[in-house]
């Protein structure tokens, strides 16, 4: 990578090991051996030249909300080199002293500057719909970036790595030769650990934790691969578990949702909202890189943000139509996202919602007592008072089965059972497929109409098909919904 490109941008989502790639790349251009003793670079790189090095975290200005505050922050990050290479009295902005920096640098050692620049977009992100302020904070870093085009011949190697892509046009303007390798498959394992690296590095730690669990290693392998595995981040790509969650969980020996713990979705829901986000279709989306890998600055959805902060990843791709399927990565991203998501759409609280009715309504159809599952679903129901934003999109579907069909997907999802909405099959779409480790339960949901009405749909376009051959149980349930009190007035097995 750093004899390939002069100038090298990679996005990844939060807690995935940018920042130990910057370091890292940093220690490298300081040519600090003694750090990489034992490791195959050893055998690959023989001159360990020493470079000056100018590294920065942006990430200390997400706090900034004003121009001032920026320009304050960013002269505060280069003032340690100053001591290193001195200052000029004309430097009088953030982009002068950078720019004076690698000049003095470069003449002062007589070798080429690394640059390496990680969370470059944490003074933008909170001001994507603030189009004054926005525009401001963008004015200020394209004054800071444009010496680096400036300065190119004095410069070896530049990173500059965030979790969002803005514009080349709008960011790095001049930047004509800034290679984007965040969905090349040759880099695609750079960040995060792979399946390999599981169960080679690490199979003493999940003995360990398989010990505490009382299971097997390799069942312990399943567990973690469903809660930490399945981001891929190009169209041939390894599977990528979550470093931070499985560092923390082999550290903490409990499977949990660390991904959460230091950021929730709050900022990502905000744009949901604002892009007016069908949340349903989350589990299968199709579309063309330019629909997620899109300039955040550019997008007229949510996608890009969904994608490029992690919540969203590529789960296929078609070579033929240049196409690929999102999905949510994990159980880990499903259940922290929704337990962000249910207090914005249905005005509880999460754990109140995970703890109560969706867990004894799973209970009940792990059981197979859908009487039971149904008396609870309707209580629930009633007591919902779901908030104005979920109202105001409850407008925008196409009938009432669509306000059942979000409070579904949220309650199930919240319990990582496998629930999908409006299944495409040969007859038409299933409102709602519940798959359970030994029964599927395809339901019908009807507001006008009855719930033998709804069961008989469900026979005539043969909904439940698909999944007789798979050898679980499969149990057709028509419910009919009262329109007035928003719950269930009527259910039928088939």
Not at 102 to 127: F, M, N, S
Not at 315 to 322: A, I, L, P, Q, T
Not at 427 to 443: A, C, K
Request: hydrophobic share 40%; glycine share 6%; net charge negative.
């Amino acid at each position: 990578m750093t004899k390939e490109s002069p100038f090298v941008f990679l996005s990844r989502p939060r807690r995935f090991g940018k920042s130990l790639l910057t370091t890292t790349l940093s220690s490298y251009f300081k040519g600090q051996k003694e750090l990489f003793e034992g490791l195959k670079i050893m055998d690959l790189e023989t001159e360990w030249e020493q470079y000056p090095v100018i590294h920065m975290d942006l990430s200390v200005t997400k706090a900034e909300t004003t121009v001032n505050g920026l320009r304050n922050v960013l002269f505060r990050l280069l003032n340690g080199y100053k001591t290193l290479y001195g200052s000029s009295e004309y430097e009088d902005t953030p982009g002068g002293l950078f720019s004076g920096l690698i000049h003095r640098a470069y003449q002062q050692t007589g070798k080429q500057v690394a640059v390496i620049i990680d969370e470059y977009d944490a003074p933008l992100l909170d001001k994507l719909h603030v189009t004054e302020l926005l525009d401001e904070f963008r004015n200020v870093m394209q004054e800071f970036y444009v010496q680096l085009k400036a300065n190119e011949a004095m410069i070896r190697f530049c990173f500059i790595t965030g979790i969002t892509k803005f514009s080349q046009l709008s960011i790095f303007s001049t930047i004509n030769n800034l290679t984007n390798i965040s969905m090349d498959s040759k880099y695609a394992a750079i960040c995060g650990i792979t399946e390999e690296e599981l169960a080679t590095d690490m199979a003493a730690d999940i003995a360990m934790l398989a010990e505490e669990f009382e299971c097997t290693p390799e069942e312990m392998h399943n567990k973690l691969k469903k809660q930490y595995d399945g981001y891929r981040f190009s169209e041939v790509s390894p599977d990528i578990y979550n470093p931070f969650s499985l560092l923390k969980c082999f550290n903490q020996r409990k499977i949990a949702n660390y991904w959460f713990e230091s950021a929730t979705p709050t900022f990502l829901i905000r744009q949901m909202q604002h892009f007016r986000t069908d949340i349903t279709t989350m589990e299968r989306i199709e579309a063309s890189a330019t629909a997620f890998d899109c300039p955040t600055e550019a997008m007229n959805t949510a996608l890009p943000l969904l994608y490029q902060t992690g919540y969203l990843t590529i789960k296929e791709y078609d070579r033929e139509s240049n196409s690929y399927i999102l999905s949510i990565p994990n159980n880990e991203v499903r259940t922290g996202f929704i337990d962000g998501m249910i207090p914005t759409y249905l005005g509880m609280d999460g754990s109140y919602v995970q703890d109560g009715f969706a867990l004894k309504f799973w209970r009940a159809l792990k059981k197979d007592d859908i009487g039971l599952a149904v008396q609870e679903m309707k209580a629930f129901l009633a007591g919902v008072p779901y908030v104005e934003e979920f109202k105001e999109k409850l407008k925008e579907v196409k009938n009432y089965e669509g306000f059942y069909e979000y409070t579904f997907w949220l309650i199930f999802n919240m319990l990582n059972v496998y629930a999908r909405t409006q299944v495409k099959c040969a007859g038409g779409r299933t409102d709602f497929v519940v798959e359970m480790p030994d029964t599927t339960w395809v339901f019908e949901l009807k507001v006008n109409g009855t719930a033998q009405e709804a069961l008989d749909q469900i026979n005539s376009k043969n909904y439940a098909l698909p999944y007789e051959t798979d050898g679980r149980k499969v149990v057709k349930v028509g419910v009919a919904f009262e329109r007035e009190t928003m719950t269930v007035g009527d259910f039928v097995v088939g």
